[in-house]
T-cell receptor, first 115, second 114 residues
Framework: GAVVSQHPSWVICKSGTSVKIECRSL??????MFWYRQFPKQSLMLMATSNEGSKATYEQGVEKDKFLINHASLTLSTLTVTSAHPEDSSFYICSARDYREDGYTFGSGTRLTVV | GDSVTQMEGPVTLSEEAFLTINCTYT??????LFWYVQYPGEGLQLLLKATKADDKGSNKGFEATYRKETTSFHLEKGSVQVSDSAVYFC?????????????FGTGTRLQVTL
């Protein structure tokens, strides 16, 4: 089945630095990928829709300059958390839709801790 | 707008007990319905899905039937195991394009004990 690889699986960074998270579709082309944020014991909050070759579409309330999304190829989308602060600590998950399976495949998530 | 309502957890059951997790939805169009499972520290995995009314999705002993008349998609399993302990998310999507978004419920944590 469709596989989405996300890494790193966890990262600790200092406050004020930037962190990049990668999301790759391994066996299919994903023109659209989705980035979610999940707080402890809560549901997934859609942050943005990443579109290959064009700008991402951000959900209301999500800071575009804070969470930079780049979808430079059909198999790779990246999320960069810029000037990270402790309140950005969270679990970030990407997903992509594969036409072949008519479903959504999720990455394994990235646990970001900002200290 | 589209929304999904799940029963609040946590749900605590003994092994081999019967499981029901309720899920109801509202949608502007004709949705496809999903159940996803999240094990601790991991991403989400598709458990089952149904794309039209009266369809039954099933996988690993779990079942859910798309009930249009009651706008529901309740998850059931006849005999749970400790390994089923996880968070379960009901979700829907409207449309079939790759940009169609999933709308999630709040998730229900299931804890199965020996």
């Amino acid at each position: 089945g469709a596989v989405v690889s996300q890494h790193p699986s966890w990262v600790i960074c200092k406050s004020g630095t930037s962190v990049k998270i990668e999301c790759r579709s391994l066996d299919f082309q994903a023109t659209t990928m989705f980035w979610y944020r999940q707080f402890p014991k809560q549901s997934l909050m859609l942050m943005a829709t990443s579109n290959e070759g064009s700008k991402a579409t951000y959900e209301q309330g999500v800071e575009k300059d804070k969470f930079l999304i780049n979808h430079a190829s059909l198999t790779l989308s990246t999320l960069t958390v810029t000037s990270a602060h402790p309140e950005d600590s969270s679990f970030y998950i990407c997903s992509a839709r594969d036409y072949r399976e008519d479903g959504y495949t999720f990455g394994s998530g990235t646990r970001l801790t900002v200290v | 707008g589209d929304s999904v309502t799940q029963m609040e957890g946590p749900v605590t059951l003994s092994e081999e007990a019967f499981l029901t997790i309720n899920c109801t939805y509202t949608a502007t169009g004709y949705p496809s319905l999903f159940w996803y499972v999240q094990y601790p520290g991991e991403g989400l995995q598709l458990l089952l899905k149904a794309t039209k009314a009266d369809d039954k999705g099933s996988n690993k002993g779990f079942e859910a039937t798309y009930r249009k008349e009651t706008t529901s998609f309740h998850l059931e399993k006849g005999s749970v195991q400790v390994s089923d302990s996880a968070v379960y998310f009901c979700a829907l999507t409207v449309g079939t394009g790759t940009a169609s978004k999933l709308t999630f419920g709040t998730g229900t944590r299931l804890q199965v004990t020996l």
